[in-house]
């Protein structure tokens, strides 16, 4: 028997039926906050993930479905979807637009060779927004608020937004030397990896996930100690913009993010519901001025944008105990007593259907007690059953099987009498 590939997942109709609601949920979050929606391909060019999400990274070191087509071009999964919309940012001469910022927001599957754990897939969902064109801390909030908005409408309770400030290139370049000339004398004690990353990218020595536990990590220098004036005033404002749109934070300066192309405002989003397990990251996202640029797009073109999975979503709903309330139940549900009646119940159940109204009918050619019973099941609202008499005197009864009450219909012109019962 072929098995699903590991770090996949099967959603069957009881699952969908809660990602309907999820991704209503989101749909209708982006366009109040006026996000549109972009699809971009599956699959992209590799050197679009090594140049944005960085080669130093574990995503691109060792997370990346990578594969040459017969027309031997490396291609790769998309991992996350920030490279993907910025390329198609530039490729789309967006900055042409007349509204501006571009706000888009995407959903739809990722990809990561990453061990299988809870919360951990190799397939999974990524929602995410890109706000493109706008230095103004204000929308740092947005972006920040639409997220918290999200897990907010889906009734969680226990999640806090985590700030920190990766600062301007400045900054940064200051806070690099003094990591470097932090772990120079003892990097032999690190992984090969860190090892490598020491000139390269020593930031990413941080989220090490084998030498978290070094003693050099809690003692190593902190980006907020090395923010310029602007970066600062920029912090700042950030932070009083939330402020103003109640919405509390922490602020964490340990918090570097994963990926290369931040800069100035990072922030994640976890959850702190009991039994969520060891992953309580929900969402994570954060300012890219250079990447825009660094794809080719116009010089100095600031990015902002955030993505969560929809995944780690639903296991923190679990952990809080909170159901995705869905809506399955079906409007009539038409039962049979002999073949003649049969007949009369596929086509009213098809004349329901093509105007709208949802029906379901016997296909196993059931006793009436046992089509009852389905009917039963699937919560229908009312239940007609067509049998010798109403074949004979063409009226039958719709009865609501909540309430026990019939209603009366003609089997020949009655659909607007049984449309009026469920509109
Ligand atoms: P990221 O932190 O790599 O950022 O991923 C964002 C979110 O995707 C995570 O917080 C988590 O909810 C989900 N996620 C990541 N990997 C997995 C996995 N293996 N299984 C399940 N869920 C996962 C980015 O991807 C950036 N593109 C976010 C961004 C958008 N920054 C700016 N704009």
Request: proline fraction near 3%; charge should be negative; glycine fraction near 8%.
């Amino acid at each position: 028997m072929i098995q699903i590939p590991r770090g996949t997942k099967d959603l069957l109709p009881e699952e969908t039926a809660k990602w309907q609601v999820i991704e209503k949920v989101i749909r209708d979050t982006c366009d109040v906050f006026q996000y549109k929606e972009i699809r971009t391909p599956i699959f992209e060019h590799t050197d679009l993930f090594t140049r944005s999400v960085g080669d130093t990274t574990d995503i691109v070191q060792k997370e990346m479905y990578t594969f040459t087509d017969r027309g031997d071009r490396s291609l790769t999964l998309r991992p996350e979807g920030t490279a993907s919309v910025v390329r198609s940012y530039v490729e789309n001469k967006m900055f042409g637009w007349v509204n501006q910022p571009v706000k888009l927001y995407y959903l739809g599957p990722m990809f990561r060779y990453e061990r299988q754990q809870a919360g951990r897939y190799r397939q999974f969902v990524q929602f995410g927004i890109e706000a493109i064109g706008s230095n103004d801390p204000a929308i740092d909030a947005e972006v920040m608020a639409l997220a918290m908005s999200v897990y907010k409408k889906m009734g969680l309770e226990k999640v806090k937004l985590v700030l920190n400030s990766l600062g301007d290139a400045e900054s940064r370049n200051a806070h690099k030397e003094a990591l470097i000339q932090h772990f120079e004398g003892r990097i032999g004690e690190f992984c090969s990896d860190c090892q490598s990353r020491l000139t390269k990218n020593p930031l990413r020595i941080l989220d090490c996930k084998k030498d978290r536990d070094h003693e050099l990590m809690a003692t190593a220098p902190k980006l907020p100690d090395y923010l310029n004036e602007d970066s600062k005033n920029y912090f700042e404002k950030v932070q009083a913009y939330l402020n103003e749109l109640d919405i509390p934070f922490e602020l964490d300066p340990n918090l570097v993010r994963g990926l290369d192309y931040y800069n100035h405002t990072a922030f994640e989003i976890m959850s702190e519901g009991e039994g969520f397990g060891s992953i309580t990251t929900l969402a994570g996202g954060g300012r890219y001025n250079g990447l825009v640029s660094e794809l080719g797009g116009p010089d100095d073109t600031p990015g902002i944008g955030f993505a969560m999975s929809v995944e780690r979503l639903l296991l923190a709903l679990e952990a809080e105990g909170k159901a995705v309330q869905t809506i399955e139940n079906v409007s009539f549900y038409i039962a049979a007593m002999d073949e003649e009646s049969k007949v009369a119940a596929v086509k009213l159940t098809h004349n329901l259907r093509v105007n709208g109204i949802s029906a379901e009918t016997d296909y196993l050619n059931r006793k009436v007690k046992a089509q009852m019973k389905s009917a039963d099941r699937l919560e229908a609202t009312y239940a007609i059953i067509i049998g010798e008499t109403e074949m004979e005197t063409g009226i039958a009864k719709a009865k609501n099987l909540q309430t026990g009450e019939s209603v009366e219909f003609s089997l020949a012109d009655g659909l607007n009498e049984l449309k009026k019962l469920v509109s």
